[in-house]
């Protein structure tokens, strides 16, 4: 007997199904073992955050108000936060309470449904979009304790159905109420995102609309992430370290906490606001300023007592637009690619981690060699 299998008895809520293993909350929550799929090893785990990331937030306030003197110290705030650790909070960023409060809201309710229910949208192999349970279908070990369930959003469409859309056509008309909190939330979080993107534009010196204006066409994923209580938390993770593939990411967590930043050579808990959205850089826009903006390394761990649930809007160009920085550089970091391209290679080649970059760089001049 092969040690999956053994796992498979010792564990009655892991199930085979077409080779992977089924998440199924409702049974894990209450096994005291937890299974060796996701088990993570010691150096992903250890050093525990004994800290809380002390950066103040950035308050976009005057941003919005048209206030120079205010703009410049969000821009210096932020240029700051993204040489070091590509990390930084917002708030005063014009977004109502309502729709985050309503997004959450639908959000629970979709990880409430019935297993067979979220197994039937199940992403398919190479897809971003889709229900996903731990992953299992595509790993067979370091497993994260989540669930995930994500779709895409077009930013060029402007106030449109094609969220709604989706999510009928996924979940049948029922769910038309969800798929418009859903296409309100993603309008928001594009609006949100080019506002950010002019900030960085101004923090980097370069023409205040440029960033603004490359991602105006853009098509991003938002997710939905799930992470249940978890008896063994501390042998395991909800994410893994990782830096984001894409460009930005803005994400609301609840008020439970499990989001820390590696910073200072540690990790760094990012407590809970509820009135703040977390911007991450991505190694997409790391390539995009040449370097010279981190993108950030980060992870989620779980807890004993209380499922946490967060948010995520990553924030992609459009798939074929080439990623180069703005000005001439002396010396370019990175090569000339497109999202397509490091999409692909997350998707069908490699598992996101903490050196995609470096790694992509390389398969790319493999796979397409430039001039
Ligand atoms: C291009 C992507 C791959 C992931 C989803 C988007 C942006 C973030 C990536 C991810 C979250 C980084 C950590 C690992 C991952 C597998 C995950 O835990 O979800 C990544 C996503 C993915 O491939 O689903
Ligand atoms: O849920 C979180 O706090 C982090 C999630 C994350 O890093 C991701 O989805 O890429
Ligand atoms: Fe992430």
Known sequence: MDSSASTLILCPSLNRENGGVVFDTSLL??????????????????????DELKDPPVDLQGFFNGDQQAINVAAAQIRAACLNHGFFQVINHGVDSTIVCAAHKQIDEFFKLPLSRKLDIKRKPGALCGYSGAHADRFA????????????????????LDVVNYIKSVLGNDFEEAGCV??????????????????????????????????????????????????????????GPHSDPNSLTILHQDQVGGLQIF???KWQAIKPRPDAFVVNIGDTFMALSNGRYKSCLHRAVVNKERVRRSLV????????KIVRPPQDVMKREYPDFTWSDLREFTQNHYRADTTTLQNFVQWLSFTKPQP
């Open 182 to 239: 859903y296409q309100k939330y993603c309008e928001t979080m594009k609006d949100l995102s080019l506002a950010i993107l002019e900030l960085l534009g101004m923090s980097l010196g370069v023409d205040r609309m440029h960033y603004r204006k490359y991602f105006e066409d853009g098509r991003s994923i938002m997710r939905g992430n799930n992470y249940p209580p978890c008896k063994e938390a501390g042998l395991t993770l909800g994410t």
């Open 313 to 320: 809007f990553f924030v992609n160009p459009k798939d074929d």
């Open 141 to 160: 070990t370091k497993l994260p304790w989540k669930e995930t369930f994500s779709f895409a959003y077009q930013h060029a469409d402007g106030p449109g």
């Open 29 to 50: 929550e209450k096994q005291s073992n937890l299974p060796t799929q996701f088990l993570w090893p010691h150096e992903d785990l250890a050093y525990a955050a004994q």
């Open 263 to 265: 910073s200072d050579n």
